[in-house]
């Protein structure tokens, strides 16, 4: 399976054929991402270095490593409005995986990335078999912090330092969820 669909969005596998779209969306909410995630080396805004990571991702899926989705509107053909992806897929005793997402500066404040989460979450726990997904947000993220929130992650605490965003080392609140939080 590579794509799931929601009631507002689905979520569907990225491609490198889907290079130019991440590529405009990127160049079109650079400074509105940038307080929000971790600096993007200088070929994540040029078509050759987007074509290469998207080949990256898929090697990833292929290899049961890593699920990178783009998030499209139903109601639009194929318009790319975002992105989330499992990441850091662990195996063996812990069937793990780091959730990250984000929307363009335009639909924001839809509820799409509420949805996107709920549909990843599902596809990590049916279709790659996950136990648990975990994400984390800068302290001041609180829209973010709702959304994990709605889609039924609980807070487990805050990572000092966690990841390294607008040029300095940021504390994140952790959140997670487990194929039990789901069924219970």
Same mark, same amino acid.
């Given at each position: 399976? =590579? +794509?799931?669909?929601?009631? !507002?969005?689905?979520? !569907?596998?990225?491609?490198?054929?889907? #290079?130019?779209?991440?590529?405009?969306?990127?160049?079109?909410?650079?400074?509105?991402?940038?307080?929000?995630?971790? &600096?993007?080396?200088?070929?994540?805004?040029?078509?050759?270095?987007? &074509? *290469?990571?998207?080949? @990256?991702?898929?090697?990833?899926?292929? !290899?049961?490593?890593?699920?990178?989705?783009?998030?499209?509107?139903?109601? %639009?053909?194929? =318009?790319?409005?975002?992105?989330?992806?499992?990441?850091?897929?662990?195996?063996?005793?812990?069937?793990?995986?780091?959730?990250?997402?984000? @929307? +363009?500066? =335009?639909?924001?404040?839809?509820?799409? *990335? &509420?949805?996107?989460?709920?549909? *990843? =979450? %599902?596809? #990590?726990?049916?279709? #790659?078999?996950?136990?648990?997904?975990?994400?984390? &947000?800068?302290?001041?993220? @609180?829209?973010?912090?709702?959304?994990?929130?709605? *889609?039924?992650?609980r807070f487990e605490g805050v +990572?000092?330092?966690?990841?390294? @965003?607008?040029? !300095?080392?940021?504390?994140?609140?952790?959140?997670?969820i487990t194929i039990e939080d789901?069924?219970?």
């Amino acid at each position: 399976m =590579t +794509s799931v669909r929601g009631e !507002r969005v689905f979520i !569907r596998r990225l491609e490198p054929t889907d #290079a130019k779209q991440v590529l405009d969306l990127r160049l079109a909410n650079r400074d509105f991402f940038r307080p929000w995630e971790p &600096t993007r080396e200088e070929s994540a805004y040029r078509l050759d270095g987007v &074509t *290469a990571e998207l080949q @990256i991702s898929a090697d990833l899926w292929d !290899r049961d490593d890593g699920y990178v989705f783009g998030i499209f509107e139903n109601d %639009r053909d194929e =318009t790319l409005v975002g992105g989330i992806a499992l990441r850091n897929v662990a195996r063996g005793a812990w069937q793990n995986a780091t959730l990250g997402y984000w @929307i +363009s500066e =335009t639909h924001n404040g839809k509820g799409y *990335a &509420t949805e996107a989460v709920q549909l *990843a =979450t %599902r596809f #990590a726990f049916d279709h #790659a078999h996950l136990h648990r997904v975990q994400a984390g &947000t800068l302290l001041h993220n @609180i829209a973010s912090q709702r959304v994990l929130e709605k *889609a039924g992650y609980r807070f487990e605490g805050v +990572s000092l330092r966690y990841l390294r @965003i607008d040029g !300095r080392w940021q504390d994140h609140r952790m959140y997670a969820i487990t194929i039990e939080d789901l069924e219970g």
